[in-house]
Nanobody, 123 residues
Framework: VQLQASGGGLVQSGDSLTLACAASGGTFSSYGMGWFRRTPGLQREFVASINGGGGSTIYADSVKGRFTISRDNAKNTVYLRIDNLKPEDTAVYYC?????????????????WGRGTLVTVSS
């Protein structure tokens, strides 16, 4: 499975942004998908995850209410919408897939990782 994230860029505080992660290879709907981010100077942290069918999601407490994960299995794509962006959201955002339909917040449970997309939020 190959994953390609896109949609990052330079945005202003308060803006909204939708990241996309396109998958190729494998049966997309059989993979639980997740988003993680790496902020400057910090380790990679979990952001959100969604199960294969798209009906179940989980979020990091720090992003609940502003981040929305979704997927379109017909397009082999998972999305992360970020509302009311804050400077502390500045990070490289990564998508990941695991060979099970269940979601997970644990990075070690993911089997495939895409290259990240950089989001920079100016104040």
């Amino acid at each position: 499975v190959q994953l390609q994230a896109s949609g990052g860029g330079l945005v202003q505080s308060g803006d909204s942004l939708t990241l996309a992660c396109a998958a190729s290879g494998g049966t997309f709907s059989s993979y639980g998908m997740g988003w993680f981010r790496r902020t400057p100077g910090l380790q990679r942290e979990f952001v959100a995850s969604i199960n294969g069918g798209g009906g179940s999601t989980i979020y990091a407490d720090s992003v609940k209410g502003r981040f929305t994960i979704s997927r379109d299995n017909a397009k082999n794509t998972v999305y992360l919408r970020i509302d009311n962006l804050k400077p502390e959201d500045t990070a490289v955002y990564y998508c990941a897939a695991r060979r099970t339909t269940y979601y997970s917040q644990n990075s070690y449970q993911y089997d495939y990782w895409g290259r990240g997309t950089l989001v920079t939020v100016s104040s």
